[in-house]
């Protein structure tokens, strides 16, 4: 009998503390903000949850993020440059422009710019993982990266190439590593 008591109060109680634990645990994801478009004026910006307009449109030529939690992808107007931004609208840094449009992530970095030379970004929190150093660089493959530090781009019609004589891999710390071997 005493037992059968104390399951009707552990029970619930513990119940209660684990949905409460879940509600709090769901709100603290739920905090993001959605990209809208005012479709007459083609202009950008971003709501809460609630509807409620917190970037209004027209501050941005372009919102590529379309789910804002910690930083966002947007195109500043009238200079095409590609931005990340954080909650409070401090630009983060420049990001890499790729296929018109800001890089995509590769291994869970993205390519970013500072004084034109390229280093890469984590894709979930946004944070500098290896700072803009390279003249050319790409997308990460098989946990290494081609960089080089004397590179130029040379423009063929409407696209452009990269060339060096110099080009060594990184690491996702930015550590010069070994040309890695092909995969059989």
Partial sequence: MKRDQALNIIVPLLLFISLAGCGLSIKKHNDYLVSFNDTIKDQWGYKNQNGEIIIPAGRYARCFTDTFKI????VKPNSGLFLAIDRQENVLYEVFPFDNGPDGPSEGLFRILADKKIGYAD????KIVVKPQFDCAWPFENGVAEVSTDCKTQTEGEHSIWISNKWYYIDK????VEKPKPIK
């Fill in 71 to 74: 930083y966002a992808f947007v």
């Fill in 123 to 126: 894709s979930l929190t946004g």
């Fill in 173 to 176: 710390n930015g550590e010069k």
